[in-house]
Protein backbone atom coordinates (compact mmCIF):
# COMPACT_ATOMS: atom_id res chain seq x y z
CA UNK A 1 0.00 0.00 0.00
CA UNK A 2 2.78 2.16 0.97
CA UNK A 3 4.21 1.90 -2.20
CA UNK A 4 1.49 2.12 -4.43
CA UNK A 5 0.85 5.55 -2.85
CA UNK A 6 4.77 6.30 -3.53
CA UNK A 7 4.16 5.59 -7.23
CA UNK A 8 0.67 7.29 -7.42
CA UNK A 9 2.16 11.11 -5.82
CA UNK A 10 5.51 10.62 -7.90
CA UNK A 11 3.02 10.40 -11.42
CA UNK A 12 0.73 13.53 -9.95
CA UNK A 13 4.36 15.46 -9.44
CA UNK A 14 5.88 14.24 -12.61
CA UNK A 15 2.90 15.00 -14.80
CA UNK A 16 1.86 18.47 -13.14
CA UNK A 17 5.14 19.19 -13.95
CA UNK A 18 6.17 17.88 -17.52
CA UNK A 19 2.48 19.65 -18.81
CA UNK A 20 3.88 22.72 -17.91
CA UNK A 21 7.35 22.13 -18.75
CA UNK A 22 7.16 20.51 -22.07
CA UNK A 23 7.49 23.00 -25.22
CA UNK A 24 6.15 20.71 -27.30
CA UNK A 25 2.36 20.58 -25.97
CA UNK A 26 0.23 23.24 -26.64
CA UNK A 27 -0.71 24.05 -22.94
CA UNK A 28 -0.18 27.77 -22.33
CA UNK A 29 -1.52 29.93 -19.37
CA UNK A 30 -2.66 33.33 -19.91
CA UNK A 31 -1.25 36.43 -18.20
CA UNK A 32 -3.91 36.63 -15.36
CA UNK A 33 -2.63 32.97 -14.16
CA UNK A 34 0.55 33.42 -15.08
CA UNK A 35 0.76 36.41 -12.36
CA UNK A 36 -1.06 34.54 -10.21
CA UNK A 37 1.23 31.74 -10.13
CA UNK A 38 4.33 34.34 -10.08
CA UNK A 39 2.82 34.83 -5.86
CA UNK A 40 3.51 31.11 -4.92
CA UNK A 41 6.96 30.74 -4.62
CA UNK A 42 7.64 34.24 -2.30
CA UNK A 43 4.29 32.75 -0.34
CA UNK A 44 5.61 29.18 0.83
CA UNK A 45 8.75 30.73 1.44
CA UNK A 46 6.81 33.14 4.08
CA UNK A 47 4.93 29.99 5.41
CA UNK A 48 8.60 28.56 5.96
CA UNK A 49 10.53 30.82 7.27
CA UNK A 50 8.07 33.04 9.47
CA UNK A 51 7.73 30.31 12.09
CA UNK A 52 11.11 29.49 12.36
CA UNK A 53 12.08 33.65 13.06
CA UNK A 54 8.95 34.56 15.32
CA UNK A 55 7.60 31.41 17.18
CA UNK A 56 9.85 29.85 19.63
CA UNK A 57 8.28 27.47 22.40
CA UNK A 58 4.87 27.80 21.19
CA UNK A 59 5.10 31.88 22.49
CA UNK A 60 5.96 34.93 19.95
CA UNK A 61 9.42 35.52 20.00
CA UNK A 62 10.14 39.29 19.24
CA UNK A 63 12.83 40.27 21.44
CA UNK A 64 17.12 40.97 21.23
CA UNK A 65 17.55 37.64 22.73
CA UNK A 66 15.97 36.10 19.82
CA UNK A 67 18.69 35.02 17.25
CA UNK A 68 16.39 34.16 14.12
CA UNK A 69 15.11 37.38 14.37
CA UNK A 70 17.93 39.56 14.24
CA UNK A 71 19.81 37.50 11.87
CA UNK A 72 16.58 37.92 9.77
CA UNK A 73 16.63 41.54 9.93
CA UNK A 74 20.06 41.24 8.80
CA UNK A 75 19.75 39.09 5.70
CA UNK A 76 16.39 41.53 4.36
CA UNK A 77 18.84 44.83 5.29
CA UNK A 78 21.61 43.21 3.22
CA UNK A 79 19.52 42.25 0.74
CA UNK A 80 17.99 45.34 -0.18
CA UNK A 81 21.22 47.48 -0.04
CA UNK A 82 23.34 45.12 -2.01
CA UNK A 83 21.21 42.69 -4.38
CA UNK A 84 23.20 40.18 -3.73
CA UNK A 85 22.71 36.53 -2.51
CA UNK A 86 26.15 35.65 -1.48
CA UNK A 87 26.70 38.33 0.23
CA UNK A 88 23.57 38.23 2.13
CA UNK A 89 23.57 34.48 3.06
CA UNK A 90 26.95 34.97 4.18
CA UNK A 91 26.31 37.85 6.43
CA UNK A 92 23.35 36.51 8.10
CA UNK A 93 24.47 33.24 8.82
CA UNK A 94 27.34 34.54 10.31
CA UNK A 95 25.79 36.97 12.46
CA UNK A 96 23.38 34.03 13.25
CA UNK A 97 26.37 31.90 14.11
CA UNK A 98 27.99 34.60 16.46
CA UNK A 99 24.50 35.27 18.05
CA UNK A 100 23.80 31.77 18.54
CA UNK A 101 27.29 31.36 20.63
CA UNK A 102 27.04 34.61 22.75
CA UNK A 103 23.58 34.42 23.30
Not at 43 to 52: C, H, K, M, Q, R
Request: positive net charge; glycine residues 0%.
Amino acid sequence: MILLSILAMTTVVFLSRYLFLEPKLPLKLNPTFQRILSYSSPAVLTAIWAPIVFVHDDKLALSFHNPYLIAAVLAAAVAWKTKNVIATTVLSMGCFFALNAIL
